[in-house]
């Protein structure tokens, strides 16, 4: 299975302050198919998870353009320009390349300082 | 508006069965396959299982596997995960999963205690 590796696991953030979450794969997400299936999920308290980014960069329908994700191979980002209140949460990395099974990094957690 | 409607979680003992229900509107459920995934207290998001479109091809975690059972009725527009011989490590919140991802219910907690 391919292990997703997170990095901070806690983010504390000023608002208005730009945010920053690493993931690592144990292996390339470049699927065959030539796309890289590397999703980036928002759980917030009293919300239903959502996703904000997938295939590395594009961003869902709704999500605020202050959200944005990079990367390639084995290394990705996902970054808040500004951190607003309403972003408070856990941020999760997940690969679709090599499933069964998907899987996710650990959890960032962010909050505001 | 596209929803998603999990039901059926609650409290169940250990060994014993339960089955949960999702109910898919604003769109075309037919035209997706779609999946299960899992919270459990202070852990981690993790996979459970998928169904293919049509219901031909399923696939489960490892950690569930022989257990659980996922199945879709098309003309009811719902999914389902049959969970049997249920252990503590199945407590957890349930979530209905639009293909990889792309659109999640509001979950149900089944909770396995004796």
């Known amino acids: 299975d391919v292990v997703m590796t997170q990095s901070p696991l806690s983010l504390p953030v000023t608002l208005g302050q730009p945010a920053s979450i690493s993931c690592r794969s144990s292996q390339s997400l470049v699927h065959r198919d030539g796309n890289t299936y590397l999703n980036w999920i928002q759980l917030r308290p009293g919300h239903s998870p959502r996703r904000l980014i997938f295939k590395v960069s594009k961003r869902d329908s709704g999500v605020p353009d202050r959200f944005s994700g990079s990367g390639s191979g084995t290394d990705f980002t996902l970054k808040i320009s500004r951190v607003e209140a309403e972003d408070v949460g856990v941020y999760y990395c997940m690969q679709g390349t090599h499933w069964p099974p998907y899987t996710f990094g650990q959890g960032t957690k962010l909050e505001i300082k | 508006q596209l929803q998603l409607v999990e039901s059926g979680g609650g409290l169940v003992k250990p060994g014993g069965s339960r089955r949960l229900s999702c109910a898919a509107s604003?769109?075309?459920?037919?035209?997706?396959?779609m999946n299960w995934f899992r919270q459990a207290p202070g852990k981690g998001l993790e996979w459970v299982s998928y169904i293919s479109i049509g219901g031909a091809t399923v696939h489960y975690a490892d950690s569930v596997r022989g257990r659980f059972t996922i199945s879709r009725d098309d003309a009811r527009n719902s999914l389902y995960l049959q969970m049997n011989s249920l252990r503590a490590e199945d407590t957890a919140v349930y979530y209905c999963v639009l293909a990889a991802a792309n659109y999640w219910g509001q979950g149900t907690l089944v909770s396995v205690s004796s």
């Open positions: 604003g769109f075309t459920f037919s035209d997706y396959y």
